[in-house]
């Protein structure tokens, strides 16, 4: 890029430098030309032939005088010297600067001639008259002396003019040469300005081009040509000041696709961005013009309605944005659906600044989540003291790892068949010393969100085996195992073989007595570590349980690609199965896809005996639920366990 602009300076000087040499050269040139035009030359020329003519008209009229004596051919004589005379003064006073045939020669060869003869004509000669024969006589020969001396001058002017003539054709002759060339340098020259003219003004036009596009992608969204989160921030500050001066209302609305994630994973990115830009395209026309939506980023939309007359408006936009993203999608033939939930809050209302409106429309947002998705919630002042409690229990989980508060209670599980008791499902508790027994809904997540679920997991894990180890010790069911959940964030934050080989070592617990469930979301990730470590724990023995199945969104490849052994069927399917004709095919339908996979089957929740004997005639492997037992304490399940009848359940109605 640097080069460029030197070579063209460096042309556009070297231009100017020989433009200048060549216009110098032209004019000293043109002048001498001029100056020694043959017009010129062939003036002087015809003045020494004049003077030739006068010179031999005087030899004539002296001639004429010596044989015709007389007054007045004398005086034809003398009125001619004079003529002569008068010429050569004129010749004199013209070519004194200008002498270009060697005219001055005149003054020395003629003017002594003309002298003496007017001298001679005008005093005598020796004595004699001025009239006399002898006179007359020298005076004609001298006359002729001088006649011959301008003759030969003639000639040898004549012969300068021609000299002078042929140099000068010569230097013309160059010059022409001198001058081709020199406007073909010039031509190409200019030619090469010019090409180099066009490529910097292409250069220049790529460069604001470039330009332009750097403006635009610092402010728009590429795939959706939206403007962007910074953009996006500055028209919600501009309208943010504008209400301050008109009283005005302004509406945010955050918008998140729901399972956005899912269909990014289990569809492929193609699609995902496919989907992104529709949704763009739908939430666009479901608003004016006026109104500014932007993407955030990810699945993340906002739309900033301005002059808002109330809630209401704000609302009736949100629904008509909720009904268009919730019609199908077209993705390459594939018909996929969506929804979106959307945080609405209102300036200046609930907020007088970007960042403030943004948490509240985020924090509404994920209440719209919480209530079911595909749907909208104002911002309200309750969120923000919800986001205060979950800063608290984020600090009081803390404490609670520190200070011992948490223990691990476990849920039997029981064979269908024979109701043996086969294994415990760890589940995490909290003895608040203020609240009681906190149940992990209402601490897991946020542990999940603030990572702490990594240590809390751990912490689980290492807890249950070492309890679990000491039961084993006995004389239990041969295959009774240990479940322990493992949450994607802690999966995610590292939790891997060498991790979990570790506990196991400490703890001295079986790899092969232990279970663990993971989720479906996780499986569908498509990230290559996941398939790398679930394989690890499987090569070291540990079997793999997915939890809550059926729940996630449903690609059942992944059964096959991961080292699956047990399905463990969500409550949600169990609770409705005497009831629902629906249900109950969906939970027989599993089972008996898990029979070909060679997958065992565990049905999670059950609460009645109808439900124990549907999954028992159903073939449904094992069961867990209230109906059975709820998760109770390490010694409370030592009880079970080592009671006059071990290992099998005290089903009350069985
Ligand atoms: P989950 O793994 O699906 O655990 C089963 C949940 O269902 C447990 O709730 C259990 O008490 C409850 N449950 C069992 N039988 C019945 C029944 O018959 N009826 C009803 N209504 N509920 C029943 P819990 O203990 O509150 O745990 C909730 C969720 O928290 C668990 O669901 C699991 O996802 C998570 N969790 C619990 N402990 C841990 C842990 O140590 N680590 C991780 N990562 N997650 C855990
Ligand atoms: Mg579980
Ligand atoms: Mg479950």
Redesign the pocket.
């Known amino acids: 890029m640097l080069t460029r602009p030197t070579v063209s300076i460096s042309l556009v000087l070297l231009l100017l430098i020989s433009t200048s040499g060549v216009i110098y050269y032209v004019q000293r040139t043109l002048l001498e030309i001029e100056e020694a035009l043959p017009i010129a030359l062939s003036k002087q020329e015809r003045d020494i032939r004049v003077l030739v003519y006068e010179m031999g008209r005087l030899v004539q009229d002296i001639e004429f005088a010596r044989a015709n004596t007389g007054l007045t051919s004398f005086g034809v004589v003398l009125r001619q010297t004079d003529t002569v005379e008068l010429f050569l003064d004129k010749m004199s006073r013209e070519y004194r600067f200008n002498d270009m045939l060697g005219i001055s020669m005149i003054h020395a060869r003629i003017n002594p001639a003309v002298y003496d003869i007017k001298n001679w004509l005008t005093n005598g000669i020796f004595n004699f008259e001025p009239t006399s024969a002898h006179t007359l006589e020298l005076v004609e020969e001298r006359a002729k002396q001088a006649y011959e001396e301008a003759e030969l001058l003639l000639q040898e002017v004549a012969q300068t003019a021609v000299d002078r003539l042929t140099v000068q054709a010569g230097r013309i002759k160059s010059f022409r040469s001198v001058m081709v060339i020199t406007l073909a340098v010039l031509t190409l020259m200019s030619i090469g300005l010019v090409i180099l003219g066009l490529r910097l003004q292409r250069i220049v036009i790529a460069l604001k081009d470039s330009e332009e596009q750097i403006r635009y992608r610092a402010n728009y969204d590429s795939l959706t040509q939206l403007p962007n989160r910074a953009n996006f921030v500055e028209h919600l500050h501009e309208a943010i000041t504008r209400d301050r001066r008109n009283n005005g209302l302004t509406a945010l609305l955050f918008i998140d696709l729901d399972r956005f994630k899912t269909i990014n994973d289990t569809l492929g990115h193609d699609y995902g961005d496919e989907l992104i830009k529709q949704v763009a395209d739908r939430i666009r026309r479901a608003t004016r013009e006026t109104d500014v939506v932007s993407r955030l980023g990810g699945d993340e939309f906002t739309v900033m309605l301005t002059n808002v007359s109330d809630e209401i408006h704000a609302s009736i936009i949100a629904k008509h944005i909720l009904a268009r993203l919730s019609q199908p999608y077209m993705l390459d033939g594939h018909e996929v659906y969506s929804s979106a939930s959307i945080g609405i809050t209102l300036s200046p209302i609930d907020g007088r600044d970007v960042n403030t409106l943004l948490k509240n429309a985020d924090m509404a947002m994920y209440e719209a989540k919480d209530q079911g998705r595909n749907t909208f919630r104002f911002f309200t002042s309750e969120m923000t003291d919800r986001a205060r409690q979950f800063l608290e229990v984020d600090k009081d989980m803390r404490l609670a790892l520190s200070q011992d508060e948490l223990e ?2 476990y ?1 039997p599980i029981y064979d269908t068949q024979n109701h043996k008791l086969v294994g415990v ?5 909290w003895q608040h010393p203020q609240r009681g027994l906190v ?3 209402d601490f ?1 997540r946020v ?2 969100e603030t990572g702490l ?1 990594e240590e ?2 751990q912490w ?2 290492r807890r ?1 085996c070492s309890e679990v180890r000491e039961w084993l010790k006995h004389d239990l069911h041969p295959e009774f195992y240990l479940a ?4 994607m964030r ?1 999966f995610k934050g590292g939790f891997d073989k060498a991790q979990l080989q570790r506990i196991l070592y400490e703890t001295g617990f079986p790899a092969d007595k232990l279970l663990l ?1 993971i ?1 479906e979301t996780l499986l569908m990730d498509h990230d290559t570590r996941t398939s790398e470590v679930l394989a690890e724990f499987r090569e070291m023995g540990v079997r793999l349980a997915v ?2 199945f059926g729940t996630g969104y449903s690609a059942l490849s992944y059964l096959r690609e991961f080292p699956v052994s047990t399905l ?1 069927i ?2 949600s399917f ?2 409705d199965i005497t009831q629902s004709k629906s249900h109950l095919g969906l939970v027989q339908a599993i089972i008996a896809m898990a029979r070909g996979l060679h997958l065992k089957t565990i049905a ?4 009645t005996a109808e439900q124990g004997e549907l999954l028992a005639e159903l073939n449904c492997d094992m069961v ?4 059975y037992s ?2 109770v304490s390490a010694s409370e399940v030592e009880k079970l366990l080592f009671s006059d009848r071990p290992h099998v359940v005290a089903v009350r109605s069985v």
């Not at 322990?484 to 949450?487: A, E, F, K």
């Not at 999670?604 to 609460?607: R, S, W, Y």
């Not at 867990?624 to 109906?627: A, K, P, R, S, V």
Request: no cysteine.
């Open positions: 691990v209670h849920q499902e760890a589940l995490l508790r149940l992990p809904t897991i542990a999940e679920i809390i997991g689980v894990m249950a322990v959940n493992i949450s802690q469930e989720t939890d809550d463990k969500d409550r169990i609770r999670e929740g059950v609460e867990q639920g209230y109906f709820k998760a």
